[in-house]
């Protein structure tokens, strides 16, 4: 059983939910339907479930008025075995994008405020068939991602205590003992490898075979293709596949990772593929970095909408693109090249993103400037530089020492920690889970 941080999420909500639903959102197949079934076995005297998708009859529940009393008593009559108890009773609308009038019941179960409800569903669903009555105000939202590489080393049996020290070694910025930081870039490593959807990391731990890795993998991309053709547009299914599927040439085989439309197609324009490419990201399918004009707070203010990077929602889908040995070259650290660097690159964005993040990167052509990633934090922008070895990073010293707003940066790289005059941290790569 997987360990994840949602749990303590979903029982602050449920302290502090204040006459609101919860809507769990998220990608698919990032274990949000796992994180209640979980969390209801732990904190509730019974859990009622329901999945529009699987169950569509159950519409007829919120058909006609939407008082709590009548779906109540309705759910009953469906459920008889089910108390259906205010405050012990966690009711949990999953799929709910396939039923419109269980979107709006949500205001009134919140007014109500008697019974604890969650909904899930694909933000394709609850974006592109929005119900005529969206219950804004009366709703909170928490964003499930896939594993993050601390949730991955607890599925590997690391204690807490064991994590707690590295953490130790970033805050006092002391070098990590050779053999800790080898079996931990090892860790790091295998955990690019399999990514952070939870059936992919549950496989590996049931078997240790990475060819039950790779089918699970292409079995998870494939049910993205299959939403974008249930979910899309007559006139976007095809154009929003090409997109999603050219995001491992766009960030793995060219030195530069903005996103071009070129490599959809030749001749390839923004003006036939850029609508394609917010759906995607309405969709909570790819996830957007914008190039800034400048390296001020507030970055969106800067930012450009025609000038981004692309990544997707979690490593597996990304590995999941290309040719199975890609894993064995990443677990033997025999990666070279701009696969190497695109890879580490998009771990880099991949943890920020999970740590609730927007990304921005800055790229100057006339000083020959450019920062891979800049984040915000505190009313101030920090820094992100990712090397796949442990080389200078000119641009980020240039910059350091010039923009005296800028407090400090980090440096992830193949190495260990170290810390330059420059206010720049010198970090492992596996250390952006703790920043």
């Not at 790091?188 to 590996?204: C, D, H, K, N, S």
């Not at 990475?210 to 939403?227: A, C, I, N, P």
């Not at 090409?242 to 990772?257: G, I, V």
């Amino acid at each position: 059983m997987l360990k994840r941080k949602i749990l303590g999420q979903l029982e602050e909500w449920t302290l502090h939910k204040r006459k609101k639903c919860l809507v769990l959102q998220g990608a698919r197949q990032t274990g949000k339907t796992y994180a209640v079934e979980h969390f209801a076995e732990e904190k509730y005297d019974e859990l009622l479930e329901i999945n529009f998708k699987q169950t569509p009859s159950l519409k007829e529940v919120f058909e006609g008025d939407l008082t709590v009393e009548k779906m109540v008593l309705a759910l009953r009559f469906r459920f008889p075995e089910k108390k259906i108890l205010p405050g012990k009773t966690l009711i949990f609308l999953d799929e709910i994008q396939e039923c419109e009038e269980a979107i709006t019941s949500l205001k009134f179960w919140a007014l109500d405020d008697q019974y604890d409800v969650i909904a899930s569903g694909s933000l394709l669903g609850i974006d592109y068939k929005r119900a005529s009555s969206y219950p804004v105000g009366y709703v909170d939202y928490i964003t499930l991602y896939g594993l993050d590489f601390e949730e991955f080393l607890w599925g590997m049996g690391i204690a807490d205590d064991l994590i707690e020290s590295l953490r130790g070694y970033l805050r006092d910025k002391k070098e990590i003992p050779k053999a800790v930081h080898t079996q931990m870039m090892d860790y790091f490593r295998l955990y690019v490898a399999t990514g952070g959807m939870p059936e992919v990391v549950q496989i590996y731990m049931d078997t240790k075979d990475f060819r039950e890795v790779d089918r699970v993998q292409k079995s998870l991309l494939q049910g993205y293709q299959y939403d974008i053709a249930h979910y899309a547009a007559a006139d976007e299914k095809v154009k929003a596949e090409k997109c999603y599927l050219t995001l491992s040439r766009q960030l793995l085989d060219k030195e530069n990772h903005k996103f071009q439309y070129k490599e959809i197609e030749q001749g390839a324009r923004a003006q036939k593929y850029f609508a394609s490419i917010e759906w995607l990201l309405r969709a909570d399918m790819v996830h957007l970095c914008k190039l800034v004009t400048s390296l001020q707070y507030d970055l969106a203010d800067y930012a450009r909408e025609d000038f981004f990077r692309a990544y997707t929602t979690d490593l597996s889908l990304l590995i999941a693109m290309r040719d199975f040995s890609l894993k064995q070259y990443i677990v033997e650290n025999t990666l070279t090249g701009n696969t190497k660097g695109g890879l580490y690159e998009c771990a880099v964005a991949d943890a920020l993103i999970k740590k609730g993040y927007d990304l921005y990167f800055y790229k100057n052509e006339t000083q020959k400037k450019e920062l891979d990633f800049l984040i915000q934090r505190d009313g101030q922008v920090i820094l992100v530089e990712v090397k796949s070895g442990n080389t200078k990073a000119t641009s980020l010293s240039r910059t350091m020492i010039k923009e005296k707003q800028i407090p400090y940066a980090y440096k992830f790289v193949d190495g260990n920690i170290g810390e330059s005059e420059a206010g720049i941290l010198t970090l492992p790569l596996y250390m952006v889970a703790f920043i």
